[in-house]
């Protein structure tokens, strides 16, 4: 699709006036500058924050070997920079409002409050033996808790690794094992929407048979009875009561550890993408003051959840550390009805909506009354993240939720890029519906073609990479530097490669076109087709598995699966088989992952090499049949028809 400039939508004037960049020239002075003065620029940002020790180098790169350090020689603690500093100079300012499940409840915790049960917590985690360095595992629901423990380990220099809590127990195992956590925190269970996460269960299986986890602490989020294993099982209240809030902060190392966190590339194991304490929190601060334009009095709701990237930088870290008061929404966005959004903005008068095109896709489709029937004066921003935002869906969040007046930020970012890359800066950045337009400050985006040549120019497509370090990146793999390697930098040497494809029209303004890879954006969330199928082929009836993605109208892509089955189980029912093996991805990686379609078939679509033509298999799921490409190249080109008549969808 070709934007021309009269799509532009110019910058709201009445937000210009207040913002921290208030035009494209000034966007243009600071992005030189932070280019041609990286130390001057970040150093400069660097000083938002309280530093125990100030940095002595700003940046500090080994191309060889792949190793980033910023701000080295500094000295911080990010949970003092998130809480302390703030309980000091506005103690009665709301740090986090809990918009629980049921619509018009809420608890606020002021930043006073929040360094009383920080501290709490902490010293029950030091007292549960965890100690700087140590891994806590994190598996809860969206309970003021997760926030309390996140903080609780950034205090006292141990790393924390939130797990989602709609992962099955294989997949929270398979994390506490790579992580080598010792104490794993959840909840008797979490109610979400109309259902309830049965998370103590799960925890249970997870863990069962290792001794690595010394400690399982609970949080009493309901008055359900949970069974509760001696000297092990904890009641996190009981334990929190036993100590008290006060915990002294460790000095951390800017490259100390911060957080782990999963998420899935082209291979079935997740990765554990690590991030470090200083360039981390500098870069979340910064992205976050500038891209939401942060003012004193605003209140920032990200309805995504703390286990995801979102929310460790937009819920979390980028609002405390700014002394902003954040959401935290334990619901979801058609809990009870397609109203709830708004009818959080109006009754906590939100002037920041940031959510992914996924939730807006599906509350679109329920109409336009949900939306009208609330105020929303409030709002004054709204920020789109997560995958590629439709133009139409784009549109639609500017017309009729932010009528025209809240700039839209369409935030293009990663788990391993700790913070936005690519957005506009809302007083200064024309912005055209489906773009996210260009550039954060000291992001270096290139261009690059398949041979690995740097495409030069405007109007061009190609494999989306970053040619430079920026604060917020990921240092490592957990555990797996050689596979940090090869996965971001080893495609196109000395170039971060993303794992997306993008085009730079005519204006310079970045158009993400989705991923490249393996990796399919599941209503937001990244899920490895390899993944997928290993989870099928676990299932006793399975021999092959292919899995791809298709368009899907509400979850962006879908999740196809190909499956041939062994001997024995050729002849059972094809309605219970392509139901068992739902099931099956279900419970190995959560509900998330479920295949939308399974497609039981003869044979796969294989070279004589014996690769899978996953292309040919994208075509026919997506219904593309016309071009599917060398037929010839196939092994046994008689698997064609089968697949045609299966696999190519009927609607
Ligand atoms: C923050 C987050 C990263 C992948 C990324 C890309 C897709 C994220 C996007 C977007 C187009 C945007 N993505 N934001 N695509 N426009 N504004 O989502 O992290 O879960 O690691 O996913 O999501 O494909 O590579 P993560």
């Given amino acids: 699709m070709t934007q021309t400039k009269d799509t532009l939508i110019q910058p709201k004037e009445q937000f210009s006036l207040t913002a921290h960049v208030k035009n494209l020239e000034e966007y243009q002075r600071l992005y030189r500058k932070s280019l041609d003065q990286p130390e001057a620029f970040w150093g400069e940002m660097a000083q938002q924050l309280t530093w125990f020790h100030k940095p002595d180098t700003i940046l500090d790169v080994d191309a060889d070997q792949v190793d980033f350090s910023w701000f080295g020689g500094g000295k911080l603690n990010v949970a003092f920079n998130c809480v302390d500093r703030h309980a000091k100079t506005r103690p009665g300012k709301p740090a986090i409002i809990w918009a629980k499940n049921e619509p018009g409840e809420y608890q606020v915790i002021t930043y006073r409050d929040l360094q009383h049960h920080v501290g709490r917590v902490a010293n029950v985690l030091k007292a549960h033996g965890v100690r700087k360095g140590d891994r806590v595992c994190i598996y809860l629901p969206m309970v003021p808790e997760l926030a309390y423990t996140m903080l609780a380990c950034a205090r006292i220099g141990a790393v924390h690794s939130v797990v989602f809590a709609g992962f099955s127990s294989e997949a929270l195992r398979e994390r ?8 794993l925190v959840t909840a008797n269970e979490g109610p979400r929407g109309p259902k309830f996460v049965a998370t103590k269960a799960i925890a249970d299986e997870a863990v069962e048979g290792l001794t690595q986890v010394e400690s ?7 008055s359900k009875e949970v069974p509760m294993r001696m000297d092990r099982d904890y009641w996190l209240d009981v334990e929190m009561s036993k100590h008290r809030g006060t915990c002294p902060a460790e000095w951390m190392d800017a490259e100390d550890p911060l957080f782990i966190l999963y998420t899935s590339g082209s291979t079935g194991k997740p990765k554990g993408v690590l991030h470090t304490t200083g360039g981390y929190l500098v870069y979340a601060a910064t992205t976050f003051r500038y ?41 979801t966005p058609t809990y009870p009805d397609a109203g709830r959004l708004w009818q959080v903005v109006d009754d906590l008068k939100a002037t920041i909506l940031y959510t992914a095109p996924t939730a807006l896709r599906a509350l679109i489709k329920e109409g336009d009354g949900w939306v009208k029937k609330s ?13 590629p935002i439709n133009p139409e869906v784009w549109r639609w969040y500017h017309d009729v939720p932010g009528e025209g007046r809240c700039p839209i930020v369409d935030t293009w970012w990663q788990t391993e890029t700790g913070g936005i890359l690519i957005a506009p800066l809302p007083g200064a950045t024309p912005t055209k519906p489906g773009s996210a337009t260009l550039p954060f400050f000291g992001v270096e985006p290139v261009l690059v073609d398949d041979e690995g040549r740097v495409i030069e120019g405007n109007g061009v497509t190609g494999n989306l990479c970053l040619a430079r370090s920026w604060p917020g990146q990921a240092r490592t ?6 596979r940090f390697v090869e996965t971001y930098y080893s495609r196109f040497p000395r170039l971060y490669f993303t794992g997306d494809g993008c085009r730079r029209d005519e204006d310079g303004y970045y158009w993400i076109t989705g991923r490249v890879d393996d990796v399919l954006n599941v209503s937001g969330h990244r899920l490895g087709t390899a993944e997928v199928e290993s989870a099928l082929v676990a299932h006793e009836s399975v ?12 979850k962006g892509t879908g999740v196809c699966a190909f499956v041939t089955m062994k001997p024995d189980y050729q002849d059972a029912s094809p309605e219970q088989m392509v139901g068992a093996l739902k099931e099956q991805v279900r419970h190995v990686i959560g509900p998330i992952a479920t295949p939308d379609r399974v497609v039981l078939v003869n044979g796969l679509p294989k070279t004589r090499s014996g690769k899978i033509l996953r292309r040919m298999l994208r075509k026919i799921a997506s219904g593309e049949t016309e071009n599917l490409g060398d037929a010839t190249t196939l092994a046994d080109p008689a698997v064609l028809d089968e697949l045609l008549a299966k696999g190519t969808p009927t609607q």
């Fill in 176 to 183: 506490i094992l790579d992580s080598g956590a010792k104490v």
């Fill in 216 to 222: 399982i602490l609970v949080v009493r989020r309901t």
């Fill in 291 to 331: 891209i939401f334009d942060i003012q004193p009095d605003d209140v920032h709701f990200c309805a995504a959840d703390l286990g995801w990237v979102t929310g460790h930088s937009y819920i979390l870290y980028g609002p405390l550390a700014t002394g902003t008061t954040t959401v935290m929404f334990e619901s």
């Fill in 375 to 387: 105020s929303r004066k409030s709002l004054r921003l709204l920020g789109s993240v997560g995958e």
């Fill in 477 to 482: 793999l957990y555990g797996h530097h050689q």
């Fill in 543 to 554: 021999a092959e598995a292919a899995v791809v993605g298709f368009p899907h109208d509400l």
